[in-house]
């Protein structure tokens, strides 16, 4: 089944709506799957992270000292409550929360000793200039942790998820979304996936860089 269309600027129209609730519906039901992974980018050694579609920074209080941490969002109004956030609770592991498209990442090349997409991939316009750009901007030997809700063909929860595609861009995000969308992207290995909490509805994807990606580097033929 072809994934839905998602345009930038309904995109940005769902979560100016979201922005006011988010931490109270879909963060809080997310928490444990994001803390999960902020726990093991808390193992790596200093260095810097970037987290991709940040949102309102519901993750960035749990990051450890030794990390440095930036955040880019789409969202004007989810980023206003990220530095509220990090004013409010004097995150001094917070470099930097800057507004950016994924697909379209204003840094140099491996830039970063790891970048983190949570809940993101299902919500961008075009996942796959997103992974390459998550390869681009990570270092050689540097991890990339995608986590997030893919969707299954079968079951009862696959058909709960095609009914449910038709309201993509009200939802703000894909209910249908094959692991695949993410996979072979050149310079990236998979080293991990687990399936979290709650109900295994997300699974937690950790890569690995491997050599050098260029800016617009695509998928691996399969
Ligand atoms: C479901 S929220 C996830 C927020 C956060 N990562 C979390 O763990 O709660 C998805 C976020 O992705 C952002 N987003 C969507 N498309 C984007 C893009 N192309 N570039 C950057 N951020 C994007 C949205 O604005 C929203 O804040």
Same mark, same amino acid.
């Given at each position: 089944?072809r994934i839905?269309? %998602?345009?930038? #600027?309904?995109?940005?129209?769902?979560?100016?709506?979201?922005?006011?609730?988010?931490? +109270?519906?879909?963060?809080?039901?997310?928490?444990?799957?994001? %803390?999960?992974? &902020?726990?093991?980018?808390? /193992? /790596?050694?200093?260095?810097? &992270?970037?987290?991709?579609?940040?949102?309102?920074? %519901?993750? /960035?209080?749990?990051?450890?000292?030794?990390?440095? &941490?930036?955040?880019?969002?789409?969202?004007?109004?989810?980023? #206003?409550?990220?530095?509220?956030? &990090?004013?409010?609770?004097?995150?001094?592991?917070?470099? #930097?929360?800057?507004? +950016?498209?994924a697909a379209h990442l204003?840094?140099?090349?491996?830039?970063?000793? =790891?970048v =983190?997409a949570?809940?993101v991939m299902t919500?961008v316009p075009d996942p796959a200039a997103v992974m390459a750009e998550l390869a681009r901007v990570c270092?050689?030997?540097?991890?990339v942790?995608v986590?997030n809700?893919f969707?299954?063909?079968?079951?009862?929860?696959? #058909?709960?998820?095609?009914?449910?595609?038709?309201?993509?861009?009200?939802?703000?995000?894909?209910?249908?979304f094959p692991v695949a969308t993410v996979m072979g992207q050149m310079g990236l290995v998979l080293?991990?996936g687990?399936?979290?909490?709650?109900?295994?509805?997300?699974?937690?994807l950790?890569f690995r860089r491997s050599g050098p990606v260029a800016r617009g580097q695509g998928l691996l033929d399969s």
């Amino acid at each position: 089944m072809r994934i839905a269309e %998602m345009r930038e #600027a309904n995109v940005r129209r769902a979560y100016a709506r979201w922005a006011g609730s988010y931490d +109270m519906t879909f963060g809080r039901f997310a928490e444990s799957s994001r %803390m999960a992974a &902020v726990a093991q980018l808390n /193992l /790596l050694p200093p260095g810097r &992270v970037l987290e991709v579609g940040v949102g309102t920074g %519901m993750s /960035l209080p749990f990051y450890q000292p030794h990390l440095k &941490v930036t955040g880019i969002d789409l969202s004007p109004e989810m980023l #206003a409550k990220a530095r509220a956030r &990090v004013a409010r609770d004097k995150l001094s592991q917070v470099e #930097a929360i800057l507004e +950016m498209d994924a697909a379209h990442l204003d840094f140099p090349d491996a830039s970063f000793d =790891a970048v =983190a997409a949570m809940y993101v991939m299902t919500v961008v316009p075009d996942p796959a200039a997103v992974m390459a750009e998550l390869a681009r901007v990570c270092k050689p030997g540097g991890v990339v942790m995608v986590v997030n809700h893919f969707s299954q063909d079968h079951g009862l929860r696959g #058909a709960v998820e095609k009914g449910m595609s038709r309201f993509s861009e009200r939802l703000g995000w894909r209910p249908v979304f094959p692991v695949a969308t993410v996979m072979g992207q050149m310079g990236l290995v998979l080293e991990e996936g687990v399936k979290l909490k709650p109900f295994g509805l997300f699974t937690l994807l950790r890569f690995r860089r491997s050599g050098p990606v260029a800016r617009g580097q695509g998928l691996l033929d399969s």
